[in-house]
């Protein structure tokens, strides 16, 4: 580890601690620089997922006005989210990521159209008659998080935006920490038997606190639509680049 890497380390995970408390798009930022420090695929990603534990601290030391109250809604939805980030954590271990590969780009650009089109989707979500339990989705995005992760964060936010009526900076407040609850279960097997590069893991996550604690105040200050427009032509950006990117090897990040 050089000097130089030290530094871009730190700064990517300002850089990705601001992205993924703002928008659930750390790892654009976060696995890319793991790369260009020399860190194979495989253990940028699982690195990825340990580095990210301190963006979720920091975002919610940074929200804890969005946060009042939600405290049993957390509760429950990390431990739903606990549980898909392990089986997902389980599965990137012992199966190919292929799969995955190429659906994630689909995935996202579904995250960030449901972002767009919030109030018409939120109207029928309300109606009587089925609707999908916010609870499987929150464990499915878990499961995706553990397992690949990118950009889980606009998929949770999403999911969220749809199930509750609230300014776009509780919701994110929340998906921050749900989130963290499915990194938390996911880096804790990665610990025991995955490749981390725990110096570069440690450089990150120290980056990834001050970012993260950092955005939470920025979008507390941001209009809401804009923030939530730009967020969606970012995902939207990031699956067209993931497409065009499905053969490259090795997942981007989590």
Same mark, same amino acid.
């Given at each position: 580890?050089?000097?130089?890497?030290?530094?871009?380390?730190?700064?990517?995970?300002?850089?990705?601690?601001?992205?993924?408390?703002?928008?659930?798009?750390?790892?654009?930022?976060?696995?890319?620089? %793991?790369?260009? /420090?020399?860190?194979?695929?495989?253990?940028?990603?699982?690195?990825?997922?340990?580095?990210?534990?301190?963006?979720? &601290?920091?975002?919610?030391?940074?929200?804890?006005?969005?946060?009042?109250?939600?405290?049993?809604?957390?509760?429950?939805?990390?431990?739903?989210?606990?549980?898909?980030?392990?089986?997902?954590?389980?599965?990137?271990?012992?199966?190919?990521?292929?799969?995955?590969?190429?659906?994630?780009?689909?995935?996202?650009?579904?995250?960030?159209?449901?972002?767009?089109?919030?109030?018409?989707?939120?109207?029928?979500? &309300?109606?009587?008659?089925?609707?999908?339990?916010?609870?499987?989705?929150?464990?499915?995005?878990?499961?995706?998080?553990?397992?690949?992760?990118?950009?889980?964060?606009?998929?949770?936010?999403?999911?969220?935006?749809?199930?509750?009526?609230?300014?776009?900076?509780?919701?994110?407040?929340?998906?921050?920490? /749900? %989130?963290?609850?499915?990194?938390?279960? &996911?880096?804790?097997?990665?610990?025991?038997?995955?490749?981390?590069?725990?110096?570069?893991?440690?450089?990150?996550?120290?980056?990834?606190?001050?970012?993260?604690?950092?955005?939470?105040?920025?979008?507390?200050?941001? @209009?809401?639509?804009?923030?939530?427009?730009?967020?969606?032509?970012?995902? %939207?950006?990031?699956?067209?680049?993931?497409?065009?990117?499905?053969?490259? @090897?090795?997942? @981007?990040?989590?």
């Amino acid at each position: 580890m050089t000097p130089d890497h030290a530094v871009l380390l730190v700064l990517g995970g300002i850089g990705s601690g601001l992205t993924g408390s703002m928008a659930g798009l750390a790892s654009l930022v976060s696995y890319p620089v %793991l790369l260009a /420090v020399g860190i194979p695929p495989v253990a940028a990603n699982v690195t990825n997922t340990v580095a990210l534990l301190s963006s979720a &601290a920091g975002a919610a030391a940074g929200s804890r006005r969005e946060l009042r109250g939600q405290g049993s809604r957390i509760l429950r939805l990390s431990g739903i989210a606990a549980m898909g980030g392990t089986a997902g954590a389980v599965l990137l271990m012992s199966t190919p990521s292929s799969a995955f590969e190429r659906i994630v780009p689909a995935l996202i650009a579904l995250g960030a159209v449901t972002l767009l089109l919030r109030e018409p989707l939120r109207v029928w979500y &309300a109606k009587p008659g089925f609707r999908p339990p916010l609870g499987v989705a929150v464990f499915l995005i878990a499961i995706y998080g553990g397992y690949f992760g990118a950009a889980a964060g606009v998929l949770l936010l999403a999911a969220l935006s749809l199930a509750a009526t609230e300014p776009l900076a509780i919701t994110n407040a929340v998906k921050s920490v /749900v %989130l963290g609850a499915a990194n938390l279960a &996911a880096a804790i097997l990665y610990a025991l038997i995955a490749p981390v590069h725990w110096s570069a893991a440690a450089l990150l996550a120290g980056g990834c606190l001050l970012g993260s604690w950092l955005g939470p105040a920025l979008v507390r200050r941001t @209009p809401e639509r804009p923030l939530r427009m730009a967020i969606a032509i970012a995902a %939207l950006s990031l699956a067209v680049y993931l497409w065009q990117d499905l053969g490259s @090897p090795g997942p @981007p990040g989590a």
